[in-house]
């Protein structure tokens, strides 16, 4: 008697899975009677209430089929019928984008995913039934087509991001993260492409979109999708200062200093000369947490890369003149201004280090008991350090005319030291202006 049940359970689940694939069967039916509306031209209102009506009916009919376990033979039909439907529905909002017409974002990259995905699902599926030649009719299509929507995904993110650049909100740049992070990892999310997933991987807009990507992460706060894709966004050499500035804010913001050091410094000895603001800056970190030696083997790290780096050899005279050894500074700013004529602070900086040589000087022979004769002689290198200070601040005065304190205060004090009168009051006249 139990034996007669259970091959009655048996015959019950059976037919309950054969009525999943019926189910299956009709909806493609009703799909066709969907795509024939869509192939129609000229539709009036009524053809287009049809489709919208047809288009619900079969997308409801299909929906419980994909997830239920009853669904045997037909699975690999119904996630195909999924796919083409939510075709329908993107291409006629994909034509308003065409054509410059209001369309509703959401929904466009909602149908584009869900159609991709729902290709390379019945994809999978077909993997797993062993489904081959005539047995599978939905693979050479799908595949076409999850190659051929590769740029609509891109183009979500480009719409995305310009909405969150119009609007100032940023879950919009969220948005454009997902498309664009879609797009990125499209030849490894799709297996359906394995045959040309190698060379998808080599597109040429790659370092691109990784930059749009990471551009678009930034705004969104999404500091993990950024350091995933920042490698691939510095091969984007057209915008290769933007890069890297964007990789060191993210970095700030994120709160990450020793990596911003680390990076800044790989980015300032890889291409010094298009980099002086981000070695200031360094330079500037570690000056203001007194951190000497660190300046020290960054100057020295660029400088081993290009011994005439104008950064380079400006960093390793800023080194020295912060410690103090202003006669081993002003070696390395003649340099500098060597491969920039108008390198305004360097030449400032030479002129401060005469400066302050002289001041020294000066300072040691405070409160020594010596004769006239013997100061006068005392003094002279003093002098001569404020003379040699002084064509320096003038070739500041040349190149900034209008900073008129940066160097006229300088120059007043060297015309004072060299007692020239005439010349210091001329400074002092243009301070009070």
Request: net charge negative.
């Amino acid at each position: 008697m139990k034996k007669i049940l259970f091959a009655v359970a048996l015959l019950a689940v059976a037919g309950t899975a054969s009525a999943q694939d019926k189910v299956v069967r009709k909806a493609r039916d009703l799909k066709n009677e969907v795509q024939d509306l869509v192939a129609k031209p000229d539709k009036n209102d009524k053809d287009q209430v049809a489709l919208t009506t047809k288009l619900a009916q079969c997308m409801s009919m299909v929906e419980p089929t994909l997830t239920s376990p009853e669904t045997k033979k037909e699975l690999a039909n119904a996630w195909d019928i999924k796919a083409q439907l939510h075709i329908y529905t993107f291409s006629p909002l994909l034509d308003k984008v065409i054509n410059k017409e209001p369309v509703d974002l959401d929904q466009l990259s909602q149908n584009i995913y869900e159609a991709l995905d729902a290709m390379e699902k019945c994809y999978k599926v077909t993997q797993e039934m062993g489904l081959k030649g005539e047995k599978d009719p939905y693979t050479m299509p799908n595949q076409a087509n999850v190659f051929k929507f590769r740029p609509y995904v891109a183009y979500l993110g480009q719409m995305y991001f310009t909405e969150g650049q119009n609007t100032k909100d940023n879950s919009k740049f969220g948005k454009a993260v997902e498309a664009f992070k879609r797009w990125m990892t499209y030849p490894k999310t799709y297996t359906i492409l394995k045959d040309v997933a190698a060379e998808m991987e080599k597109d040429e807009q790659t370092a691109q979109i990784a930059y749009f990507t990471c551009l678009s992460a930034y705004f969104a706060k999404d500091y993990d999708t950024f350091l995933q894709f920042i490698p691939q966004a510095h091969q984007y050499t057209q915008e290769k200062d933007n890069v890297n500035q964007l990789h060191l804010a993210a970095l700030i913001e994120k709160g990450d200093t020793a990596q911003w050091l680390k990076v800044g410094r790989e980015i300032v000895v890889a291409d010094p000369s298009s980099t002086e603001a981000v070695a200031q800056n360094i330079l500037a970190y570690y000056f203001s947490h007194n951190d000497n030696a660190n300046a020290m083997a960054f100057a020295d790290d660029v400088l081993a890369g290009n011994e005439t780096s104008k950064i380079g050899n400006y960093a390793k005279g800023l080194v020295l003149m912060n410690n103090k050894k202003y006669t081993d500074a002003i070696p390395y700013f003649d340099k500098a201004i060597e491969t920039d004529p108008n390198f305004s602070d360097a030449y400032y900086n030479a002129g401060v280090c005469w400066s302050n040589h002289g001041y020294d000087i000066n300072e040691a022979l405070s409160g020594k008991n010596m004769t006239q004769a013997q100061y006068n002689n005392a003094i002279k290198p003093v002098k001569e350090a404020y003379q040699k200070a002084e064509p320096y601040f003038l070739k500041v005065q040349e190149i900034e005319p209008d900073n008129t304190h940066k160097w006229a205060s300088r120059l007043s004090t060297v015309y004072y030291i060299l007692d020239n009168k005439a010349k210091q009051k001329e400074m002092e006249k243009l301070l009070e202006q």
